[in-house]
């Protein structure tokens, strides 16, 4: 019987919550609730400078958003408490100060100088640059600023690799590490094996841009005396349209916070992510995430980066959109709009409905209700249909339907088209080229404004 799983992710407040995120927090929400075990949320703040308390709470807000809540994190506390790494400085300073007395890592005073010294000759010399154990063979005398150096033993580095099977490294390639910078505080490839180990994690799901850390991190904990985790995954990149990978300086627009300000459902964005890397080898494009949590497996995800595709994402937010009932979507649409009352957005609802990819949309569909648009001049020959069209719907019941039927008369009487005898009403009303059927167009406005609004615009012609 092999332990309860545990799994983590480790994110750094060092800016806006972004999607790869999301995207590790749900793998590694899905392999939890698989195997019912335990998920941890720690919080990666050893870098000083670019840490703020207001990118950690951005981190909980988008992951409660999306539903993707945790076990154990600094919030919640848990048997392996403290879940902030600034909050564990001790522990790294005496997992460093026991490596350095088993003579498993040592001081270096090297400078950056010195050290770019080296790096350049290697250069020079056209070897790859590994640094040269200078402080180890023969330590500089009289200086007091250090860093700590793991003294890498080398060998063959083997581990399984959930998604990419068993990997190996050749660890003579890699140079004696720093583990403590000379400010004293942790390197991530120091604390992140550390607490991996101390929190017990059995598998490490996260970004492929963290494998190649990884025979540093086993090495580290092999050297510590702690058990390896069983397995890790590391998860495809996501690209950005452009094919290079999303980022969160060069791609604000993988800011979590601004899905959920376009009005893209979460479990909609769920069900995108998975989808984003993994497929479930069927046509199933639409997924809860229980569903998701019965099909998902490691085998099934692709080695390669995945090209976020908004047009995707946008077909499945639509699709969450038609599925919720009528009372369901105006609630979700409501904090959108606050200028529509309740009764003008549920009526509003069916024709939203079928158009909106994002709940946001509501907004560019409806704001003609509370900002009066400029009329546009109309014509001659404009001008009578705007008059019939008030006749036609002046003296019918003021709801959708009637007002249609009023209209397709006046429509048929006026001998022109649907599109000539409507846009110039949508045009007056709205004052744009695209709105909801004319009907609701309508009927959504109160009467006299409605009418107002046309007679203005045959007035403004006399
Ligand atoms: N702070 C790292 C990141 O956000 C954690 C990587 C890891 O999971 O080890 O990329």
């Known amino acids: 019987m092999s332990d309860p799983v545990r799994v983590r992710i480790a994110p750094s ?4 919550a972004h999607l790869g995120t999301a995207s590790t927090a749900l793998y590694n929400v899905l392999f939890a609730r698989q195997r019912g075990g335990t998920f941890t949320l720690r919080i990666d703040d050893t ?13 909980y807000e988008s992951l409660r958003w999306l539903g993707l809540d945790w076990d154990e994190g600094p919030d919640k506390g848990g048997p392996y408490e403290p879940y902030r790494q600034s909050e564990r400085l001790d522990t790294y300073r ?18 950056t100088e010195e050290l770019e010294a080296e790096r350049k000759q290697a250069q020079l010399e056209k070897r790859a640059y590994k640094y040269s154990r200078r402080c180890l063979n023969n330590p500089p005398e009289g200086r007091t600023v250090f860093a700590v150096r793991f003294k890498v033993p080398g060998g063959d580095i083997k581990f399984r690799d959930m998604v990419r099977g068993e990997m190996h490294f050749d660890g003579d390639l890699i140079g004696d590490f720093i583990i403590i ?34 025979p540093y991190q ?11 985790p069983e397995a890790y995954a590391h998860m495809p990149l996501i690209l950005a349209q452009d094919g290079s990978k999303l980022s969160k300086r060069k791609h604000p627009e993988s800011n979590l916070a601004l899905f959920r300000e376009q009005g893209y459902m979460p479990e909609a964005l769920i069900n995108y992510l998975a989808l984003l890397g993994w497929n479930p080898g069927t046509e199933q494009e639409i997924f ?8 998902f497996t490691f085998e099934r995800v692709q080695h390669a980066g995945a090209r976020f595709d908004w047009e995707k994402l946008n ?14 979507l105006a609630r979700r649409i409501k904090p959108f709009v606050p200028q529509v009352d309740e009764s003008t957005l549920q009526r509003a609802v069916p024709a939203l409905k079928t158009r909106l990819h994002k709940l946001a949309q509501a907004v560019d569909y409806l704001d003609y209700l509370w900002t009066d648009p400029h009329p546009p001049a109309i014509d001659g020959e404009v001008a009578p249909r705007v008059g019939m069209a008030i006749e036609a719907v002046q003296h019918v019941e003021w709801e959708p339907e009637p007002i249609e039927a009023a209209l397709e008369k006046a429509v048929a009487e006026s001998g022109v088209g649907k599109g000539k005898f409507y846009n110039p009403l949508r045009d007056i009303l709205t004052g744009k080229r695209v709105s909801l059927p004319i009907h609701f167009t309508i009927a959504l406005l109160p009467k006299d404004v409605a009418l107002f609004r046309l ?3 045959i007035n403004a012609r006399d």
């Not at 870098?47 to 981190?59: A, F, G, H, S, T």
């Not at 505080?185 to 120091?190: D, E, L, S």
């Not at 086993?218 to 390896?228: K, T, V």
């Not at 809860?288 to 099909?295: D, K, N, R, S, Y």
């Open 13 to 16: 407040p060092t800016g806006f």
């Open 47 to 59: 870098d000083m400078e670019r840490n703020r308390p207001e990118y950690e709470q951005l981190i």
């Open 94 to 111: 005496e997992e460093a100060a026991r490596l350095i007395k088993d003579g498993r890592a040592y001081r270096c005073y090297c400078t």
């Open 181 to 214: 910078k000379s400010d004293t505080y942790p390197t991530y490839q120091f604390a992140s094996p550390v607490d991996d180990a101390l929190m017990k994690m059995t598998h490490v799901i996260r970004g492929e841009e963290h494998l190649s850390n990884t």
């Open 218 to 228: 086993l090495m580290l904990i092999d050297a510590l005396g702690y058990e390896r």
């Open 288 to 295: 809860t995430i229980e569903q998701l949590v019965g099909a």
């Open 315 to 328: 077909w499945i937010n639509g699709e969450y959109i038609r599925a919720l009932s009528d009372e369901e």
């Open 455 to 457: 007679q203005r615009a």
